[in-house]
């Protein structure tokens, strides 16, 4: 089955730093999203990326389908921000796989 | 409104009880989801529901019973669980098929003793 890998799997930044988060997947998808969980374990949609940019305040994303990549860009990071980013992948119908995470503290 | 909904927050249950998680959403989406998130992992795929049909069976145990009654309601029937089966369970919604944005409720924190 389709496998998809998350970099870095931890991340420490000074509040103010940017970072960039990376999802590999190795098949063709049907689409591509990028989750943020916060420490209650809600899970908020940030993008809806099968493919090309999008922008949302100080967050970005890009995905290159033929290439089978994504990226998250978090700029100016606040404390908030920390928890754990997902990139989830939904191939052949509804089947959805999740990336193992990346898990982000910034320190104030 | 983009709010998928989960009663209870949190379960307590022992091995031999009955017990259902109920999940509800009134976006009018035709598509819920089932998923299963262990401590410190990813969530995975348990079941999807497809126009209030059974689409995707990712070969759970069947002490985990879904139903959906209807269109804006998904529950999870549990029954004889194992401790290992303490989790955090979260529901999804989507418009229609897998390749639209999928909505998460906050889940339900169940503990099995």
């Known amino acids: 089955g389709i496998q998809v890998e998350q970099s870095p799997p931890d991340l420490i930044l000074q509040e103010g730093a940017n970072s960039t988060l990376r999802c590999n997947f190795s098949d063709s998808v049907n689409n591509l999203q990028w989750f943020h969980q916060n420490p209650w374990g809600q899970l908020i949609n940030l993008f809806y990326i099968p493919s090309g940019t999008k922008q949302n305040g100080r967050l970005s994303a890009t995905t290159v389908a033929t290439e089978r990549y994504s990226l998250l860009y978090i700029s100016s990071s606040q404390t908030t921000d920390s928890g754990v980013y997902f990139c989830a992948v939904v191939t052949g119908g509804f089947k959805t796989i999740f990336g193992a995470g990346t898990r982000l503290f910034v320190k104030a | 409104d983009t709010e998928v909904t989960q009663t209870p927050k949190h379960l307590v249950m022992g091995m031999t009880n009955k017990k259902s998680l109920k999940c509800e959403q009134h976006m009018g989406h035709r598509a819920m989801y089932w998923y299963k998130q262990k401590a410190k992992k990813p969530p995975e795929l348990m079941f999807v529901?497809?126009?209030?049909?059974?689409?995707i069976n990712e070969s759970v145990p069947s002490r985990f019973s879904p139903e959906c009654p209807n269109s804006s309601l998904l529950n999870l029937h549990l029954h004889a669980l194992q401790p290992e089966d303490s989790a955090l369970y979260l529901c999804?919604?989507?418009?229609?098929?897998?390749?639209?944005?999928?909505?998460f409720g906050p889940g339900t924190r169940l503990t099995v003793l």
């Open positions: 529901y497809s126009y209030e049909k059974l689409s």
């Open positions: 999804a919604s989507s418009p229609t098929s897998g390749a639209d944005t999928q909505y």
